[in-house]
């Protein structure tokens, strides 16, 4: 991760708001100087060895930092871990989403992990079982209360008022059945020896080590430079895959889904057998969060959620059902180059992993409606074959219109050919236009869509798996490319154009809330046609020079647009020189990253301003008789104040949390 001042100065604070101030300043000099040793950071901080030693225990036991001890070397190297520090402002999505795929109980083991940091099970299990047994005995403490109350005064069967809900997690076994479920998603990944180095450290680490075992008499030709990367990136990925041991080890016993339903056919499908049926863990075994799984599944939510803005809630709950499938063995969002080496030629050879639709239609909940949000358009009126095209490959990446004229080479009779292949798609009852410009169907210029359900009533009548895709259809053929169409019955999604489809929606979004829809249209000229002369955009663009001027002068400080002196010939003058616009996207997307790294500091500085401004009050929340009923034990001037306060850290907070939806767009996804 590059890590630039808005960045370092986000992190920090992020750290400070969590962890407190101690280790938020010896992370804040790690940023800074880079690679320390422990004698160098009590030089650096001014502070003693054993303030530092506690600020980089913390440190450590919630990942953020990185460690490496060299062959004969007296001090560890300490080194800041950014990306998870950044990860940090993610903790409430990261429970939602917990919350509703695995249920609150997975919620609350989660939030204590994300807490505690990188946990001992036994230590999570020891910690459970006294919440559980202090809750048995408040609930036992009640009843007894119950029952004298029930023999003094003769009521039967009220129950206390201040009866509080037993703990999310019931039982020792039932935290043993949650860790499973979250180790199988890989949510949870295990703590092993290389997890504390950086991936710069394991990658010298794995190099010396092929190169002692495999070419000690060093590297000599292509062939034996390609085989040198192959037994590199192979020996990363075995590194990688010792986090994944206790997977592994449950996947012996079979998946949790696959126990259930053997259990299931034995008669026993209650609660506690459920949770019997999973193995007991490893108690000494040390656990923690895996982030990169967590941005996968932020991923898919994200991506759902720019369906739904398109098509609609129906079809976005069959694009997640496909995307929670088609993602339940991708680790991560974005491949790594040194350890994904030699396996893009093989995944090239094998057949591109799809899920098919019968197993979207299995996974689908029978109680949602698939006749939602179809249009009723009568068979003849659409292209059967075009519809249910077959893409083998995902698409390239669009050229120019300049590039795209040049390569294309098309004639006219191979125009005429296209034309006319197109039209034989069509089936055979279609009738054409007429000379007057209307349909014999339905006296219109083309197919109408009518959503009318009295339009069509064989449509209705179409059994569940056509319905299903008829959705899937409907996502292949749209300009983002939810989905691609593989294979018969087959679908795929290609995430790399579809996520560069949602960063230009997102830079579109910005531009025109900057500059306007006149910016967003002048901004969508230059990507098309690429450099235009100033002289010649007014034409192209349909706008009077002056008004060209000052909106490209606009966009080209808010770093949008950028322009090119290009003088004629050796001697430069200005007057004689072209002067060229155009839109780097990529340098416009660095810009938006940095200035949204900008903006949640600057949210998190006014709060930890509103917090100092109303120190007093806040301190008076934190008594024991006043937590809990501000609204009865504070003053109304106070409880005023207080409320105000509330409401203006949930904007804050909320701020952070659309900014941080934008961050992980353009950067993470």
């Known amino acids: 991760m590059l890590v630039t001042k808005p960045v370092a100065d986000l992190c920090a604070l992020l750290i400070d708001e969590l962890h407190g101030e101690l280790p938020s300043r010896i992370f804040a000099i790690l940023l800074s100087k880079g690679r320390s040793t422990l004698p160098q950071l009590v030089q650096y901080t001014s502070m003693t060895p054993r303030q530092l030693r506690h600020g980089l225990a913390v440190l450590q036991q919630h990942n953020l930092l990185f460690y490496h001890v060299d062959p004969g070397a007296e001090f560890a190297f300490y080194e800041a871990n950014a990306e998870h520090a950044y990860n940090l402002v993610r903790t409430g999505k990261i429970l939602e989403m917990i919350d509703s795929s695995f249920g609150a109980p997975a919620k609350d083991v989660m939030q204590n992990l994300l807490l505690s940091g990188?946990?001992?099970?036994?230590?999570?299990?020891?910690?459970?079982?006294?919440?559980i047994e202090q809750a048995n005995k408040e609930a036992a403490h009640v009843e007894d209360d119950d029952d004298f109350g029930a023999e003094k005064n003769g009521v039967n069967g009220d129950s206390h008022p201040g009866k509080k809900a037993g703990p999310l997690v019931k039982s020792t076994a039932h935290l043993n059945s949650i860790i499973c479920r979250?180790?199988?998603?890989?949510?949870?990944?295990?703590?092993?020896?290389?997890?504390?180095?950086?991936?710069?450290?394991?990658?010298?680490?794995?190099?010396?080590?092929?190169?002692?075992?495999?070419?000690?008499a060093g590297v000599k030709g292509n062939?034996?430079?390609?085989?040198?990367?192959?037994?590199?990136?192979?020996?990363?990925r075995k590194v990688r895959g010792e986090s994944k041991s206790l997977k592994r080890k449950l996947e012996q016993n079979g998946t949790a889904a696959k126990r259930r339903k053997l259990f299931a056919g034995a008669g026993m499908s209650n609660g506690s057998h459920d949770e019997d049926m999973d193995p007991a863990l490893d108690p000494r075994q040390v656990i923690r969060i895996n982030y990169e799984k967590c941005l996968v599944d932020l991923r898919n939510r994200r991506l759902v959620q720019f369906a739904t803005d398109i098509f609609g809630e129906t079809s976005?709950?069959?694009?997640?059902v496909l995307l929670k499938l088609l993602t339940k063995d991708i680790p991560r969002c974005r491949a790594d180059a040194a350890m994904d080496f030699g396996e893009d030629k093989e995944e090239s050879e094998k057949d591109t992993v799809s899920v098919t639709t019968d197993q979207i239609l299995d996974n689908l909940k029978t109680s949602v409606d698939l006749s939602l949000g179809i249009g009723k358009a009568e068979r003849r009126q659409v292209s059967s074959v075009a519809a249910e095209k077959i893409e083998l490959f995902p698409p390239k990446k669009k050229l120019l219109i300049e590039e795209a004229e040049v390569e294309g080479e098309a004639s006219a009779d191979e125009d005429e050919d296209n034309e006319s292949s197109d039209e034989s798609e069509y089936d055979s009852d279609y009738k054409a236009p007429t000379a007057n410009g209307t349909n014999g169907v339905n006296g219109t210029n083309g197919a109408k869509v009518?959503?009318?359900?009295?339009?069509?009533?064989?449509?209705r009548r179409l059994d569940r798996p056509t319905q299903l895709r008829q959705h899937l259809?409907?996502?292949?053929?749209?300009?983002?490319?939810?989905?691609?169409?593989?294979?018969?019955?087959?679908?795929?999604?290609?995430?790399?154009p579809l996520m560069n489809a949602l960063r230009e929606v997102e830079l579109d979004s910005v531009i025109e809330r900057t500059c306007g829809r006149q910016g967003l249209r002048l901004v969508r000229i230059l990507r098309a046609k690429g450099k235009l002369d100033e002289k010649a955009l007014p034409n192209v663009a349909l706008m009077r020079k002056p008004e060209l001027q000052q909106k490209m002068l606009e966009m080209q400080t808010a770093g949008f647009v950028h322009v090119q002196e290009v003088p004629r010939d050796l001697k430069a003058d200005v007057k004689k020189s072209f002067?060229?616009?155009?839109?780097?996207?990529?340098?416009?997307?660095?810009?938006?990253?940095?200035?949204?790294?900008?903006?949640?500091?600057?949210?998190?500085?006014?709060?930890?301003?509103?917090?100092?401004?109303?120190r007093d009050v806040l301190e008076t929340t934190k008594r024991s008789d006043v937590r809990g009923r501000e609204k009865d034990t504070m003053r109304k001037e106070y409880y005023e104040r207080y409320s105000r306060f509330l409401e203006c850290?949930?904007?804050?907070?909320?701020?952070?949390?659309?900014?941080?939806?934008?961050?992980?767009?353009?950067?993470?996804?």
């Open 118 to 131: 990188q946990t001992r099970i036994s230590d999570l299990v020891a910690a459970y079982q006294e919440k």
């Open 182 to 216: 979250l180790v199988e998603a890989e949510l949870i990944d295990v703590v092993h020896a290389k997890t504390f180095e950086s991936s710069q450290d394991i990658l010298k680490t794995v190099e010396k080590e092929v190169m002692d075992k495999y070419f000690p």
């Open 223 to 236: 062939k034996a430079k390609v085989e040198v990367q192959e037994r590199i990136a192979e020996g990363l």
């Open 316 to 320: 976005a709950y069959v694009y997640g």
């Open 450 to 459: 009518k959503f009318d359900e009295s339009a069509a009533p064989k449509e």
């Open 473 to 496: 259809l409907m996502l292949a053929e749209s300009t983002q490319r939810f989905v691609r169409h593989c294979g018969p019955n087959e679908w795929t999604v290609d995430f790399v």
């Open 579 to 614: 002067f060229l616009w155009f839109c780097d996207v990529d340098r416009s997307l660095s810009r938006l990253l940095d200035t949204s790294y900008t903006t949640m500091t600057h949210c998190i500085q006014v709060l930890e301003a509103l917090r100092q401004k109303e």
């Open 649 to 669: 850290e949930r904007k804050l907070f909320a701020q952070v949390m659309r900014v941080d939806d934008l961050v992980s767009v353009l950067r993470d996804f």
